[in-house]
């Protein structure tokens, strides 16, 4: 049996990188239905018409459904989670994973800079789970997108490896204030990985390569991470196969984190 075989999630962020390989994986895994966010529609009608068309395990329909929305906006998610009840009823997984990276460093910080990514890293994470809770029940599990960078100490990245460590935090934290209700709370730690969030970006892609580069020398498999390789290990997690695993960080990193 598939190991998500009828369970409903949803995945904020999922237009793009590892919320959409995620997406793609829980539908190769049978996820009943899996409900995409993001801020782009454009990009969100492409994601679910392209889900919707692979067809992995032969029966996959319309199970990946869109609804446009900004984490940082309670408004939006009001209306993701009430569209939600209203076609299904209840959520199994839910995976906060809606987040950017900025670097700045001590002494250019802007109100702007923090302000953007406490807005979406942290409030959006706590506002779409806390949402998310009436619906979840037993066997439910939430991950959190952390970051190795919330455990390092990178120059120029303090706000964003502060966004991240406030979320590694939430996963020890909420795990223990849903005791006893039979919901897991996990985070994932990943190292670099080659998604859209760096190739896409503004930043010269000669910066972005040598970036790459530096990774891959500091990690022990010598290279750099794929999203469909995260999104396997949220899909463990998401999966009752992983039913001993709470308020726990999973870095996906290719060891990183022991350098
Ligand atoms: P990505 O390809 O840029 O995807 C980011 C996703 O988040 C997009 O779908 C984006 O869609 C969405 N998003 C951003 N702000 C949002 C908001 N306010 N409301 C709703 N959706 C929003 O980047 P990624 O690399 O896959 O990143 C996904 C997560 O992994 C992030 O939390 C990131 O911090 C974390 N992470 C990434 C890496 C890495 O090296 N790639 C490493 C560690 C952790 P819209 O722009 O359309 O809203």
């Known amino acids: 049996m598939p190991r998500l075989e009828g369970k409903i999630a949803v995945i904020t962020g999922a237009n793009s990188g590892i919320g959409l390989a ?7 895994e049978g996820a009943a239905r899996v ?15 392209t889900l919707n068309v692979l067809d992995p395990t032969g029966s996959r329909g319309a199970r990946a459904v869109g609804v446009q929305g900004d984490v940082t906006n309670p408004v939006d998610l009001d209306r993701l989670y009430e569209q939600v009840k209203a076609e299904v009823g209840r959520i199994d997984v839910v995976f906060a994973n809606a987040g950017y990276a900025a670097p700045s460093g001590l002494g250019g910080l802007t109100e702007e800079h923090i302000d953007g ?25 939430i991950i959190l997108s952390s970051s190795i960078v919330g455990t390092k100490g990178f120059d120029g990245w303090s706000i964003y490896s502060a966004t991240k460590a406030a979320v590694r935090s939430f996963a020890r934290t909420w795990a223990a204030d849903l005791k006893g209700k039979n919901i897991r709370v996990n985070a994932i730690s990943p190292g670099v990985i080659q998604t859209p969030a760096w190739t896409e970006s503004d930043l010269p892609e000669g910066q972005v390569n040598g970036f790459f580069d530096f990774a891959a020398s500091i990690t022990p498999l010598g290279r750099i991470g794929r999203e469909e390789e995260v999104a396997k290990v949220v899909a463990f997690l998401a999966s009752d196969d992983s039913s001993f695993v709470n308020g726990s960080e ?5 060891g990183i984190a022991q350098v």
């Open 35 to 49: 409900y995409l966010t993001g801020r782009r529609k454009t990009q969100l009608d492409e994601a679910v018409a």
């Open 250 to 254: 999973v870095f996906v990193d290719g």
């Open 22 to 28: 995620t997406a793609e994986t829980f539908l190769a």
């Open 117 to 141: 990514l406490l807005n979406t890293n942290v409030k959006g994470v706590i506002w779409t789970v806390q949402k998310a809770l009436p619906l979840i029940g037993d066997g439910g599990s």
